[in-house]
């Protein structure tokens, strides 16, 4: 348990849905950031919100839409995705976005997308 | 900027083997170095950390040790359990303050009873 929660832990879904992914800490976090896991790649830094402010966004298509309301919660909203979008997606935190040290995952999402 | 480069996997031994999973950087100054470990279904999670040079990080059994002279960190376990199966990533901090965590490609090892 390391103290980041995703939900939920699968999802499947059609190219023409729209879901969302839901990622919550309860470190006291002010850095929060989206990971994307495929098979046989590195890991993909997606999104980074520090403060709840996005500073970054590594040329992410549009269909994903991140969305941080407060400091301990992280959406990633999804809509007319591709079957190439299946993935693990990640969650992390870390105390703060400058000088980041260790960050804290969560057990992630499995997505599929058909 | 600061780089990892980590062996490729996968990695397949026999349980209360020997594992070595070779880890380099490049970096500039003397960051702090992480191995980070990934379970089955599950995200990663940091295993062990060391801050400076000629430090060793240990943790489940697990040691790595940071190298200078030879910009290594590689991860060593002297028995190996089936429960060891999992991916291991080494990463560094960025270069500059609001870079990103750097990590390595991960490397998946396999332990066999």
């Known amino acids: 348990e390391t103290g980041v929660t995703q939900t939920p832990r699968h999802l499947v879904m059609g190219m023409t849905n729209k879901k969302s992914l839901k990622c919550e800490q309860h470190l006291g976090h002010n850095a929060m950031y989206w990971y994307k896991q495929s098979a046989k790649k590195p890991l993909e830094l997606m999104f980074v919100y520090n403060f709840k402010e996005q500073t970054e966004n590594n040329s992410v298509p549009s269909r994903f839409s991140p969305e941080c309301p407060n400091s301990s919660h992280l959406f990633l909203h999804l809509h007319t995705l591709q079957p190439e979008d299946s993935a693990l997606y990640l969650c992390?935190?870390?105390?703060?976005?400058?000088?980041?040290?260790?960050?804290?995952f969560g057990p992630g999402t499995r997505l599929t997308v058909l | 900027g600061n780089s990892v480069t980590q062996m490729e996997g996968p990695v397949t031994l026999s349980e209360e083997a020997f594992l070595t999973i070779n880890c380099t950087y490049t970096a500039t100054g003397y960051p702090s170095l992480f191995w980070y470990v990934q379970y089955p279904g599950e995200g990663l999670q940091l295993l062990l950390k060391a801050t400076k040079a000629d430090d060793k990080g240990s943790n489940k059994g697990f040691e790595a040790t940071y190298r200078k002279e030879t910009t290594s960190f590689h991860l060593e376990k002297g028995s190996v359990q089936v429960s060891d199966s999992a991916v291991y990533f080494c990463?560094?901090?960025?270069?500059?303050?609001?870079?990103?965590?750097?990590f390595g490609a991960g490397t998946q090892v396999v332990v066999t009873p």
């Open positions: 990463a560094l901090p960025p270069t500059d303050s609001w870079g990103k965590l750097q």
């Open positions: 992390a935190s870390s105390p703060q976005r400058e000088g980041i040290d260790t960050q804290y």
